[in-house]
């Protein structure tokens, strides 16, 4: 008898381990799936709706960016780069402006008598390279 209650002794022991053993798990798996539902709710509820307004303002920002970028542009140069048309125009009134210069330069060498050498003209227009003050230079010199 005395064997076999202390047998029972550790057969009833190990069972309210084994109880106890079984009772911390199943109590922590229990607590670790309500905390990952809290924290997926919180994310589906919270998190989700801030990103997705985030998204859609800068979005927002970017397109307005964008459509400002694209009309200043459209200002400054015009449709089809009417700009580029300004550009042109003026490049054109320069070239009268030096064809004129050049011409009175020929005159006043005519009229006055002085040394008109026409290729010394050309030579140094073309040196000046674009440039107006010394393509005036020029006329005043030949």
Known sequence: MFASGRSAGYAARGVEILRNLLGNIGSGLIRLVVAVGIIAAVGYFLVRPALDTTEKLSKEA????????NGSLNKTLGKNGA??????????EVNKTVEREIKKSFHF?????GPANPKKLI????RADGNPHKIQRCTVRF
């Open 123 to 126: 030579r140094c227009i073309q």
């Open 83 to 92: 700009g580029l048309e300004d550009v042109n125009k003026t490049l054109q």
């Open 62 to 69: 970017n397109d307005s960016i964008q459509k400002s970028i």
């Open 109 to 113: 060498a005519e009229k006055h008598g």
